[in-house]
């Protein structure tokens, strides 16, 4: 049977809840472990689409850009050709930029519930929070080398901005529930043996 | 709790309390009846709405849920199936408006208990059933509050059942479906609850919804964790609960029969003593309806036939009635046990200053106002069934004893002499 808490302190024929402080920690940070899992796949897809949905609505401007930096050279293809190279980049971006949130996703859910440890997502995880903070970086850079002026970049940069302190927040959240967890689980087995 | 307890197993305890056959009958229907007295059952017979006891699933699923319509509903809930246990009860680092509904939790031996059923004293068979549902439901539905809140009701994955193995228990992991037409499955651990709503005062967080049909099962036994309890587990173990919301019935069915105030913490062990092993295989055995096992065991009490329980069974006598006689109907008296309850329960909450089961007027000093069907309650003429007794002649269950204790060395004395 998978039972994720499997202890029965049996004192005098009687089960006994188990509330040890350490106990109602660990509940607590498994809890928060699917709670952030469940955020980072819903905004994983929310960070996908939008990035599609900006490839999809300028495309033609995009187009023009690679084109007009492809007429400096003799290459020779069509507007069609290119369309096509963007699409493929889209369906690799929207598989890999989604299915690296999925994994850390479901994996952090999966530890949480007590199923499994994986081991892929936390080094996966550190690489996002990192990206996070170079997006951001980048766009406080952005505003600052703006300034106060009609150029002033525009509010979705804003809001990728916060979107992405959110998600390195989560991000964050979640490695430090998953150390609580190993640790405390680590203290449960010692103590069982 | 379900009909196999509400009405056979109040019976039962009825019975024991030394109550005839007949008395037993109409106390164990008002217990039971508790869940029949709906809106829609009070306008079909053209009876008070403010007396509703219950919600049918379709009165529950066209209810408001804005601030008048949370007062209906916690009105309801909390003064007959999820009894407050303690109004004034404190939590550390929470709001106010989190405060007052983590008092409206349900649990044994509840402040507002004594008061339920000292309001049954001299009012008949009909308030002493209604008080019997409050009491046992309070062991079966403790842990839930009577108002719809996900904070406070909402359950999670960390939910088995202990099921008994050869060698003592064994857990597994309950699974929920929401599918309320699917029976729960009792062999696989699958069971219908209502489904997860994140919004705070959905009527699926109303009660233990959240944990479906689990704890009116008198077999259970689970390990859960509430949302209130800060990630603390709880282990519900319902035949224990159930025989202590049978002796407790038994103790309070006495003190309103012989004329003893009822105190809390009390259980009539001695008395259920001889019939403690067929009332325990029966808690124990694992079957979604123990109707059956029940009456069979309170036919064996009594020797007599119980009647099966129709919510039809005084309809007529009520709607024959006239508007001045309606009152001392069945139902009627029933009534005035439903409107005197509903307003005890919504006045302590109101005067605990939490305003989520509406607002209480205190009809002695500020005349009547409010809610026309509790005019009622005013002018009723005080009943009594049998002789009843005074204030000064209750006495408590200490100086029952003290008075049985003296009797016995007067009558010791008077051999000796």
Known sequence: MNMLYDKMNVAEGRILPDNAPESVQLRKAQNTLIVVGTGILLLGIWTVLKSLGILFLNRHDIVAEIRANVESTEIVVSDEEIMLVLLLFAVLYFIFGLSARWIIGFSAIAEGRGQRRGKIYIPLTVVFIVLNFLEMF????????????????????????????????????????????????AMEERTVE | MQLDFHYYGTYCAAMIAGYSHEESVQVAYCAQFVDCCSGTF???????????????????????????????????WASFHFLPNNLYSERKGCSKRYLRKYRLLCDVNS????????????????????????????WAHRYFAGTPSLVINNTNYHFTEIVPAEDGFTERPV????????????????????????????????????????????????????????????????PSDYMHAFQQMVYALQCLKDGVLFQLDQYAAEAVRPWEDKIREILEKRQMDAC??????????????????????????????????????????????????????????????????????????????????????????????????????????????????????????????
């Open chain 2, 292 to 417: 059956a096992d029940w009456k069979s065991f309170g036919e064996q009490l009594s020797g007599c036939e119980i009647p099966d329980f129709s919510d039809e069974a005084y309809v007529e006598e009520y709607m024959a009635a006239g508007p001045e006689e309606k009152d001392d109907t069945f139902l009627g008296r029933f009534i005035l046990a439903a409107l005197a309850q509903k307003s005890m329960v919504t006045n302590r909450i109101y005067s605990s200053g939490s305003p989520l089961a509406g607002i209480s007027v205190d009809f002695g000093k500020e005349g009547f106002r409010g809610i026309r069907d509790f005019r009622r309650l005013v002018t009723a003429r005080s009943r009594t069934v049998g002789p009843a007794p005074e204030a000064g002649m209750l006495r408590s269950a200490g100086q029952e004893q003290e008075a049985a204790r003296a009797e016995d060395r007067n009558r010791e004395e008077a051999a000796h002499d």
């Open chain 2, 42 to 76: 009070l306008a079909k017979i053209g009876g008070p709405a403010a007396a509703a006891t219950t919600q049918l699933q379709l009165e529950l699923m066209d209810a408001n849920t804005d601030p008048v319509g949370l007062q209906n509903i916690t009105r309801i």
């Open chain 2, 175 to 238: 699974r929920f479906n929401h599918n309320p037409t699917a029976p729960d499955d009792l062999e696989t651990g699958v069971f219908v609850n209502t489904v997860y709503q994140g919004s705070e005062h959905s009527v699926m967080n109303l009660g233990h919804g959240r944990a479906g049909h689990l704890p009116d099962y008198s077999f259970a036994r689970y390990r859960y964790m509430p949302a209130w309890a800060e990630y603390r587990e709880i282990i519900k173990d319902n």
């Open chain 1, 138 to 185: 980048n766009g406080v850079w952005q505003i600052l080398a703006t300034g106060p002026s009609e150029d002033m970049p525009s509010d979705s940069l804003l809001v990728t901005m916060i979107i992405n302190l959110t998600s390195m927040i989560m991000m964050t959240q979640m490695l430090a529930s998953v150390r609580l967890v190993r640790r405390y689980r």
């Open chain 2, 111 to 138: 402040e507002l208990l004594p008061d339920t059923v000292e309001l049954a004293r001299g009012k008949g068979p009909e308030a002493a059933g209604l008080a019997m549902h409050v009491l046992a439901d309070t």
